[in-house]
């Protein structure tokens, strides 16, 4: 676990991770100490230390980490992290603790829950608060309380586990901060470098770790907006957008990840990438001299298909990321980012025009199907913005317009209309 490991003097455990220590050792108590705060909780090899909401399983012998039990907030189990070389008992008993201490919350939230079936489990998000205390919670991190005769095969305890919501990763052998680095140089000859920034206010829960890659030289990062498919002969109506023969959609790459534009929140919850903001470069300066930030940095760009800039910020899950898996997605992201290996970024919602919406739009004219066709023709504001723009690049020729859009006359309806972006 590279830098993490304990020393043990009389009877303080001490953990230093990144520089940070504390001293804080829970457990079983000899009735001749009067030094609670400093026992230690046995169970075979093994002791447990707390840094904050994070239970550490180390070994006596050489006080290694082999295992992390995480809480959230409310001191609810969430996941239990399991270190590469854990031995098969010492799962185990790290699985009994954990399920031992799931079934105690959820009894003492809801009075009763069997973990044996997923139904009748409810979700953690649903507790209103903590029905542990402090000293409940850690009374019950301790080998010792685990009921005499607790057994049961690990795929049993697991699936008891998973059964209460509860996340297990395995063979995890580095820090997040470490994962961020392997995943990252990875990337050979890529002039990507990256750096670690402070959680951003508009972040909660703050337990993401934030990072910023910058790539270097003529290469940049592009984000491409979803445009979902080109409809096959005879299905052109079905269309929605217009579509540049530059998308990558129309050379044949592949969508490696999608970001919900209008959240900037990854679409997927399975990756270790989590927030994703927008390059700064690519946001429009609003009337009021602000751009978009945050949430809502895709929401108002320079261009209708692509988000290109040299810089962006991103946000991975600390537990995830852990994973050689999660290592090796974030690799796979940085490289889509880069339009590397046939891969490219896509990027659902955001991206709106710079203009009101058609039924505003219709209505301004007093049409007199206005809501009816403007529901129909949600995305004509953005067709008009393509138009326009593809026309001024000289590459409207080759683009895919849907027939409707010409029809309908949706250049002659939003001509004279304001543009102006950030218009509600």
């Not at 649903?126 to 607790?150: K, R, T, V, Y």
């Not at 946001?283 to 751009?291: A, C, F, I, K, P």
């Not at 298909?305 to 999660?326: I, M, N, P, W, Y």
């Not at 004509?380 to 020729?397: F, K, P």
């Amino acid at each position: 676990m590279g830098c993490r490991n304990i020393r043990e003097s009389d009877g303080v455990g001490v953990i230093d991770i990144f520089k940070n220590r504390f001293i804080l050792i829970i457990g079983s108590v000899p009735s001749s100490t009067n030094h609670k705060e400093k026992s230690v909780a046995q169970y075979s090899n093994l002791l447990l230390v707390r840094q904050g909401q994070v239970w550490h399983v180390v070994t006596k012998s050489d006080h290694e980490v082999v295992a992390e039990i995480c809480l959230d907030e409310y001191r609810a189990l969430y996941a239990v992290v399991f270190c590469s070389g854990i031995g098969s008992a010492d799962r185990t008993a790290v699985l009994q603790l954990a399920v031992n201490y799931v079934q105690h919350f959820l009894n003492a939230e809801y009075g009763s829950c069997d973990l044996s079936h997923p139904y009748s489990v409810p979700a953690y998000s649903e507790c209103s608060g903590s029905p542990l205390s402090g000293g409940e919670s850690d009374a019950l991190m301790n080998f010792g309380q685990i009921p005499e005769g607790f057994c049961g095969e690990d795929h049993y305890l697991l699936s008891a586990l998973q059964n209460g919501r509860v996340q297990i990763f395995d063979d995890v052998n580095v820090t997040a901060e470490e994962a961020i680095h392997q995943a990252i140089t990875r990337l050979e000859n890529s002039g990507v470098t990256y750096k670690f920034c402070a959680v951003p206010s508009w972040v909660t829960p703050d337990d993401d770790l934030f990072c910023e890659v910058c790539v270097e030289g003529s290469r940049a990062f592009t984000f491409w907006k979803e445009l979902f498919h080109v409809p096959e002969s005879g299905c052109e109506e079905s269309g929605q957008y217009i579509i540049p023969m530059y998308h990558p959609m129309m050379q044949g790459k592949n969508n490696q990840f999608l970001i919900q534009g209008d959240l900037s929140f990854m679409w997927s919850t399975a990756t270790p990438i989590r927030w994703v903001t927008s390059p700064p470069e690519v946001r429009v300066v609003l009337s009021d001299g602000s751009t978009c930030d945050g949430r809502e940095s895709w929401q108002h760009l320079k261009h209708p298909f692509k988000a290109e800039g040299k810089q962006f910020r991103f946000s991975v899950d600390r537990l995830k990321v852990r994973t050689e898996s999660g290592q090796r997605e974030l690799t796979a992201f940085i490289e889509a980012a880069l339009g590397v290996n046939g891969k490219y970024l896509s990027v659902i919602g955001g991206f709106r025009p710079p203009f009101c919406d058609p039924i505003t739009r219709l209505h301004e004219l007093k049409h007199s199907s206005c809501v009816e066709l403007g529901r129909k023709r949600s995305t004509a504001g953005h067709c008009v913005w393509s138009y326009y723009t593809l026309a001024t690049e000289q590459r409207l020729n080759e683009a895919f317009i849907p027939p409707w859009f010409i029809r309908e006359g949706w250049l002659s309806i939003y001509d004279g209309a304001e543009v102006r972006h950030g218009i509600d």
